[in-house]
Antibody, heavy 121, light 105 residues
């Protein structure tokens, strides 16, 4: 059974930094692309970032380019999202999602339960 | 970037009725269209991929159809557990989500 467990969320001041982690189990981690998708409270879903199975290619939404970095450690079966220069509009639940294949195009066939990031002074 | 527009915003139906949800793309997305279901306090769950393929464990009352820019998710007979928010997503050249359709009792 695929399991994705996010951690690292919390309250951070505007301009601050935070690193999210997603521990994966139940599948061969390096064989699949992974992504972060966020959801503002009461709103819809927004894709944030993605990374290929090997980690060789990464992608970022325009809204987070230059501020967020995605990475993965295949030996630890863990996905990361390093967030810096955080803004109030980054406040959201951040979901870790498993891609259906190693590289594009892929849909998200498994999701974690999410971790809440709140950016506020 | 391809934009996805879902309609209606809210669909008010009763158990046993048929639900028809629409997702329109700003340009052709080929068949790279997925549907997700989200219940309050839960993560999204994959229902349909590649326009019309049901994900593992999804009941056959859920079906997807369409091509090009116009896609439909149909729930043939609503069960109480189907009342939720549904999102479409393009995963070809972009990874955009629609804004969601809430199916309420």
């Amino acid at each position: 059974e695929v399991q994705l467990l996010e951690s690292g969320g919390g309250l951070v001041q505007p301009g601050g930094s935070l690193r999210l982690s997603c521990a994966a189990s139940g599948f061969t981690f390096s064989n699949y692309a992974m992504a972060w998708v966020r959801q503002t409270p009461g709103k819809g879903l927004e894709w944030v970032s993605a990374i290929t199975g090997s980690g060789g290619d990464t992608y970022l939404a325009d809204s987070v380019k230059g501020r967020f970095t995605i990475s993965r450690d295949n030996s630890k079966k863990t996905l990361y999202l390093q967030m810096s220069s955080l803004r109030a509009e980054d406040t959201a639940v951040y979901y870790c999602a498993k891609g259906s294949t190693m590289s594009r195009p892929y849909y998200f066939d498994s999701w974690g339960q999410g971790t809440l990031v709140t950016v506020s002074s | 970037e391809i934009m996805l527009t879902q309609s209606p915003g809210t669909l008010s139906l009763s158990p046993g009725e048929r639900a028809t949800l629409s997702c329109r793309a700003s340009q052709s997305v080929s068949s790279y269209l997925a549907w997700y279901q989200q219940k309050p306090g839960q993560a999204p769950r994959l229902l349909i991929y590649d326009t019309s393929n049901r994900a593992t464990g999804i009941p056959d009352r859920f079906s997807g159809s369409g091509s090009g820019t116009d896609f439909t998710l149909t729930i043939s007979r609503l069960e109480p557990e189907d009342f939720a928010v549904y999102y479409c997503q393009h995963y070809g050249s972009s990874r955009t989500f629609g804004q969601g359709t809430k199916v309420e009792i």
